[in-house]
């Protein structure tokens, strides 16, 4: 009895052609019952697919021919393709992970989620080599909806739906930097790239043909339609002018095409934008002509092509493709990254997606046009529109925003909260305009500030005083995504203020990266920190907790009678304690509770290192009070005192970096326990500015009141 065969990739006419190859006449005219004087050819063409499969199946050189036509058609339809770039990969890994997640089929599948189209993405047979091509293979379920046309049925006229299983494939072509993924459904796009990124380690991004790229890729056919979209008012050169044709989008369709006026006039317009274009008599299309959309590079050809024919479509595409690509990158890097678009990058183990990689990806553009100018000082001027964007998407690019003021008396200070002693105010965007606040009060200021010294400073556009400082998570994607489109990568940090985005090199510290009190002399010559002991004394905690950043006198704003005075007596009631003057006491240094922008920090002296020479080495310490609300694992990044240390670090590095500031070791102390991510991404910010960190937490604060202890009496007043 025949195999049974329902379906097939192959062909109608390759059917019938390796039927009359491999079945003698007359078995065919026998088992189709034909006379002899029948057209066979006739016969074969009215035949149902499904019955040409039974028929070649029936005899053993036909089902072998069958197996090497569906090698040669892995697609299931006239192809279309789109060409994404590709990241580093190993084809070895890429071999041995497709074979385990085959066996694993839908278990280690991709999920587009229940309102997608696309409901999940999975391989049922592992990726091969074929010549010089790597074949993953992919399946998935598309969704399709109908309304129920049985009367009897009891979901009669309601809308319905259900899944469809698809087939697509990547090819990676060996020696390009380029794939092509086939994928008949453009919803399934993402997903597969996603899948790709999940299970196969494999990078793909979409990219974008401009008209030169499809020019190029159509020579020497015939144009046939083409599709032209109005640009938005913002796209336009020509702003004040209109085209007369008053439609979103204009199809045009000729066979002569070429010769057109209407066709000219349209490539030439500065208000309308190509999109799509159909050509025939390709010179490398036998039959049936070939599409190019410029959206996700998209290649339709409607003749079902075989394998070994479009390998060959694909390997001429991909070299006229990177040979433009590469003269882009060496001559147009802005328009060289407008190509690639990313609907996906990672941040250290954090998946980014959404609005979010619009923005990353011009950010990469622009890092990248300074890296080609080979200067390290270079400076790129940034429009307003992408600087409210990066405020916009500050956190989920692990970007850091800040108001730096020109204070008279200050010269370069930090925004504080006029309300909020030592809050240092935030950048937002709120109803579309950037707006500095504070993250603990309601106040808001756009023009009118206060410097923390209580001078009254007007600006006129607060845009000019935004100061950006990247995390080095950050700068990690960045430099892979760099890699990724073949750019050098960034040899250090960069800086953006008011709307200039500067580079600035890596420095290495002067001491190890991170550094704490054991390691520092005065700690352990005059205060014995590193033979202390951890105070669990229920009433030191209980003050500790009480204790301020700043002196509590004439409301948080003493002068510096006050602070002296204050200084000179160890004896003072507790209530009068700041931690400043807490912290100099086991090591005999008087740190008052005032504190202003051109101070630099809370805590400013010089130290030596423990086992090295007697070097002097400038110490700026930032305080913080005790917080109530702390979390099991401590202090994260949403705590309004760790934001305003992030802001009061970032912006010192930042000093630090223009040469503006010397300091060899940027401290923080605040008396709870901070959660190490925290502590990590500090540290970075620090040391790449080319600084020691040091960080001061509870412990630490415990043992230094263990400290002081023998050395001041706590008064139980108030």
Request: charged share 25%.
């Amino acid at each position: 009895m025949p195999e049974v065969k329902v379906a097939t990739f192959v062909p109608k006419t390759q059917l019938i052609e390796a039927i009359k190859t491999y079945i003698p006449e007359d078995c065919i005219r026998t088992s189709l019952n034909m006379q002899v004087n029948s057209d066979i050819d006739s016969k074969l063409n009215n035949l149902k697919k499904a019955d040409l499969l039974s028929l070649l199946l029936s005899f053993p050189e036909g089902k072998l021919e069958l197996e090497n036509l569906e090698t040669e058609f892995p697609i299931g339809s006239a192809p279309t393709f789109y060409v994404v770039r590709i990241g580093t990969f190993n084809a070895e890994d890429i071999l041995k992970t497709s074979e385990i997640l085959a066996k694993s089929s839908v278990d280690r599948a991709y999920f587009g989620g229940r309102k997608n189209s696309v409901r999940r993405v999975y391989m049922i047979k592992q990726a091969n080599f074929y010549s010089d091509v790597l074949e993953i293979p992919l399946v998935y379920d598309l969704k399709f909806e109908y309304t129920v046309a049985d009367e009897s049925a009891k979901e009669y006229t309601e809308l319905c739906s259900e899944y469809s299983l698809q087939n697509a494939c990547i090819w990676v072509l060996k020696g390009h930097s380029h794939a092509i993924i086939f994928c008949s459904d453009f919803a399934a796009l993402n997903p597969i790239i996603s899948y790709c990124q999940e299970h196969l380690n494999i990078t793909l991004n979409s990219m974008n043909f401009d008209n030169k790229t499809i020019d190029e890729l159509s020579a020497e056919a015939m144009p046939r339609t083409a599709t032209f979209s109005k640009l938005e008012l913002e796209e336009s050169d020509n702003k004040n002018t209109q085209d007369n044709l008053d439609v979103q989008t204009i199809i045009l369709s000729d066979p002569n095409l070429r010769d057109k006026v209407i066709l000219g006039e349209l490539e030439k317009s500065k208000n309308r934008r190509r999109t799509a274009k159909f050509f025939s008599k390709h010179p490398n299309i036998p039959k049936g002509g070939i599409g190019f959309a410029s959206r996700y590079s998209r290649v339709w050809i409607p003749s079902h092509l075989g394998r070994e024919y479009l390998m060959q479509v694909a390997s001429t595409f991909l070299k006229i493709i990177e040979d433009k690509m590469e003269k882009e990158r060496s001559n147009d890097l802005k328009h060289y990254c407008s190509n690639y678009s990313t609907k996906m990058f990672k941040i250290g183990n954090t998946i980014i997606r959404g609005k979010s990689c619009q923005v990353f990806s011009d950010l990469v553009t622009n890092i990248a046009e300074a890296i080609n100018t080979g200067n390290q000082t270079t400076e790129i001027a940034l429009p307003p529109e992408f600087i409210k964007s990066l405020v916009r998407f500050q956190d989920s690019l692990q970007l850091h925003a800040m108001v730096e003021l020109d204070c008279k008396n200050c010269i370069n200070s930090l925004a504080y909260c006029p309300k909020c002693s030592g809050i240092p105010l935030e950048v937002k965007m709120i109803s579309g305009a950037i707006v500095a606040k504070c993250p603990r009060c309601s106040f808001k200021a756009i023009d009118s500030f206060e410097c923390d010294c209580g001078e009254n400073i007007h600006i006129q556009n607060l845009y000019n005083h935004i100061s950006i400082m990247p995390s080095k998570r950050l700068i990690d994607a960045l430099n892979e995504r760099l890699t990724y489109l073949g750019i050098s990568k960034l040899k250090g940090t960069f800086v953006i203020l008011g709307g200039v985005l500067r580079l600035f090199s890596f420095q290495t510290p002067k001491l190890k990266p991170l550094i704490s009190l054991n390691d520092l002399n005065y700690w352990r010559a005059t205060a014995h920190f590193h033979t202390g002991k951890i105070s669990l004394n229920d009433d030191h905690l209980k003050k500790l907790k009480s204790l301020k950043e700043k002196c509590r006198n004439t409301n948080y704003h003493p002068s510096g009678n006050d602070c002296s005075d204050c200084l000179e007596n160890y004896f003072l009631d507790f209530e009068h304690m700041c931690l400043p003057k807490l912290f100099g006491i086991p090591i005999n240094k008087k740190f008052d509770g005032i504190h202003h922008g051109y101070e630099f920090a809370d805590i400013k002296y010089q130290d030596s290192i423990n086992n090295t020479d007697n070097t002097q080495y400038e110490i700026a310490i930032h305080i913080k009070s005790y917080q109530s609300t702390e979390p099991i694992n401590g202090l994260g990044r949403t705590n309004n005192a760790i934001k305003g240390l992030y802001t009061q670090v970032c912006y010192c590095s930042y000093l630090v970096m223009r040469g503006i500031k010397a300091v060899d070791v940027i401290g923080i102390a605040i008396p709870n326990n901070i959660q190490a991510e925290v502590k990590t991404s500090l540290q970075d910010v620090v040391n790449m500015s080319g600084i020691s960190f040091l960080v001061i937490d509870k412990n630490d604060w415990l043992k230094i009141i263990d400290a002081v202890n023998g050395n001041i009496n706590f008064s139980n007043t108030g």
